[in-house]
């Protein structure tokens, strides 16, 4: 967490992917503000999210993954909020999310006592099976695989 925590405060903005390496422990990310557009993807040890990102700016745009961990949420939390594989998802009665939450697993409705507030900056359009035509594709990118993922990108 410390060190994770001296990386997002020297790096100003923080633009990319972090992958944490944390099979037991949580990642506490309790009252940082992020500026810029960052990934961050944690273990089984989950994640802490306490007042997260707080101070955004408009064009900031934070992810949390936990793959397979605890997610534990507390206050106002400024991110997309994404748990795969089980994640389980426990946030305090009158906190509140403002981003976007993704889970493969719903929380029973006891741990469903906070709200959800979507953030438009998050949106990267709709698709439907037959087409992709409303999908606003170069909005907002990241490839998470064990194959190579890449985008051309051309600047005129």
């Known amino acids: 967490t410390e060190q994770v925590k001296r990386i997002i405060a020297s790096v100003r903005p923080c633009n990319g992917v972090l992958r ?25 040890g989950g994640v802490t999210l306490s007042g997260v990102n707080r101070e ?19 206050g106002e939390v400024h991110a997309a909020v994404l748990g795969s594989q ?3 998802l426990s946030v305090d009665a009158g906190a509140s999310i403002h981003g ?3 889970l493969d697993q719903l929380p029973s ?3 469903r006592q906070f709200r959800v507030i979507r953030d ?5 359009g709709a698709t439907t099976q037959a087409s992709a035509a409303g999908a606003f594709a170069d909005y907002y990118y990241v490839g998470v695989s064990p194959m190579l993922t890449y985008k051309k990108v051309i600047r005129k």
């Open 86 to 88: 089980g994640a389980s």
């Open 20 to 44: 944490v390496d944390n099979p037991r422990d949580p990642l506490d990310l309790s009252g940082v503000s992020i500026p810029g557009k960052l990934v961050i993807v944690c273990g089984k």
């Open 109 to 111: 409705a006891n741990d």
């Open 100 to 102: 976007l939450l993704v």
């Open 120 to 124: 438009d900056k998050y949106y990267s």
């Open 56 to 74: 955004e700016r408009p064009n900031d745009l934070l992810t949390v993954l936990s793959i397979g961990g605890p997610i534990l949420g507390e």
